[in-house]
């Protein structure tokens, strides 16, 4: 089960938007910042295959600016 954590920043005036968008989303927990304009993302999908449509989501999502991995675990057999 990959476990991911993500830097995401809105784009411009986006930030209400960002979070919802990614609160919809499952396998996804969303940590606004309270004082500045990012969004940390942490995402737990059951393979890997979930994942890779879940980047794919990500990345199409009109408010997100940028996204940038900060941690991943892979979770491989036998760890």
């Known amino acids: 089960m990959p476990i991911l954590s993500y830097l995401v920043l809105p784009k411009a005036g986006a930030m209400?938007?960002?979070c919802t968008d990614l609160s919809a989303m499952?396998?996804?927990e969303v940590i606004p910042s309270d004082n500045e304009e990012v969004v940390v993302?942490?995402?737990d999908t059951p393979d890997e295959n979930?994942?890779?449509r879940l980047?794919?989501?990500l990345k199409d999502l009109p408010s997100l600016q940028?996204?940038?991995m900060t941690?991943?675990?892979?979770?491989?057999?036998?760890?």
């Open 50 to 52: 979930t994942e890779k």
């Open 41 to 43: 993302l942490v995402t």
């Open 26 to 28: 499952e396998c996804c």
């Open 71 to 79: 941690f991943g675990h892979s979770g491989e057999a036998g760890e």
């Open 55 to 57: 980047q794919k989501t």
């Open 66 to 68: 940028s996204i940038n």
């Open 16 to 18: 209400e938007q960002l």
